[in-house]
């Protein structure tokens, strides 16, 4: 029993491990020696385990502020709630339940606010930062498997749309 349950752990982890090394496409490119990341709306591959989501931000958590003090969100917003307007395609392995019109509770990986150097010291890209009523178009991860009391998708990039 026990190494049947070994087993099927570790084809787990393996098939994790591939489809996280699956992508046809680089989402950089480079200009005159350059190296510039592309525009999430510009990489027509979507990430396994990834739905792309056109939204609104309704609402900013400033109450949900981290207790690790080590934390960029222990200083400022992570968390909020967006709309989704428009579901702009699904990455392989998506198996959550997105309709156009949901609320869905997400937690921005380099926080709400402006990115900075005080905050992020090592990142090379910058965020502008989302205010209640921005448009973004973005990559949602996660689900079901995160904790009740976190929220429930990330948001590791996204851009700003006008409309």
């Known amino acids: 029993m026990n190494a049947t349950l070994l087993k099927i752990l570790i084809l787990f982890l393996i098939f994790l491990l591939a489809a ?3 992508s046809s ?3 950089e490119q480079v200009n005159n020696g350059k190296t510039e990341q592309k525009s999430i709306s510009k990489i027509d591959e979507i990430s396994p385990g990834t739905i792309r989501v056109k939204a609104t931000v ?3 958590y400033t109450d949900r502020l981290s207790k690790n003090e080590n934390s960029p969100c222990s200083k400022v917003p992570c968390n909020a709630r967006i709309i989704v307007e428009k579901i702009l395609g699904r990455g392989h392995s998506f198996n959550e339940v997105i309709h156009v019109g949901d609320s869905v509770d997400v937690n921005f990986a380099f926080t709400t ?10 990142i090379n890209k910058e965020y502008p930062g989302v205010s209640v009523g921005d448009k973004i178009i973005t990559n949602l991860s996660g689900g079901t498997l995160f904790l009740k009391d ?3 998708y ?5 851009e700003l749309t006008g409309n």
Request: aromatic letters at 8%.
């Open 58 to 60: 309704k609402k900013i």
């Open 113 to 122: 606010v402006k990115t900075t150097k005080e905050l992020f010291p090592n």
């Open 25 to 27: 496409k680089s989402e």
């Open 150 to 152: 976190e929220a429930v």
């Open 154 to 158: 990330s948001i590791t990039d996204y």
């Open 20 to 22: 996280a090394g699956c």
